[in-house]
């Protein structure tokens, strides 16, 4: 089978990369890019650790296919921080001791950032209801949406001044 020559933007950079019609966008990610940050949870769709933002939508990478990315803006956890700088998600995501083992965290911290892209001030309910589909084993979920409603806080505050 043949490879197909795919040209994206990852993390505002120009990328190039092979990949067999059949390969996911999650392994082109971690095999040829070398952006090890996006983890695979299930493979099918269901746990969200494998959480990336294409074209500003939150999307399983697990499920969708590497050459489906061709043209594509892509945000992964690896572009969060900037020039040494912690996202004020990440940053609260310390602060409330959101996080355990971590393999979970860069798809929530994703997801959360894809949230608060589109509603920078969002309800506790509707971020509840947005991270939904992000499974964490090791955490109880309110220290993560206490981190969530707290950056939302702070972002929005940044917007101000």
């Known amino acids: 089978m043949s490879k197909i020559h795919v040209t994206t933007t990852v993390n505002g950079d120009s990328a190039e990369f092979l990949a067999?019609?059949?390969?996911?966008?999650?392994?082109?990610?971690?095999?040829?890019?070398?952006?090890?940050?996006?983890k695979e949870g299930c493979g099918s769709g269901d746990c969200g650790a494998c959480s990336v933002i294409v074209d500003g939508r939150i999307v399983c990478s697990c499920l969708m296919l590497a050459p489906e990315a061709e043209g594509r803006?892509?945000?992964?956890?690896?572009?969060?921080?900037?020039g040494g700088q912690l996202h004020p998600l990440q940053q609260k995501f310390l602060e409330h001791a959101a996080l355990q083992c971590g393999f979970c965290t860069p798809g929530i911290l994703m997801a959360s950032k894809a949230l608060l892209d589109a509603n920078p001030d969002p309800t506790e309910t509707e971020a509840r209801y947005w991270l939904a589909g992000n499974l964490c084993r090791c955490t109880g979920y309110d220290k993560i949406i206490r981190a969530v409603m707290d950056a939302a806080a702070e972002l929005r505050q940044e917007r101000v001044a």
């Open 20 to 38: 067999g019609p059949g390969v996911t966008l999650m392994d082109a990610l971690r095999d040829e890019l070398g952006l090890t940050g996006t």
């Open 73 to 82: 803006r892509i945000e992964t956890i690896e572009g969060l921080a900037q």
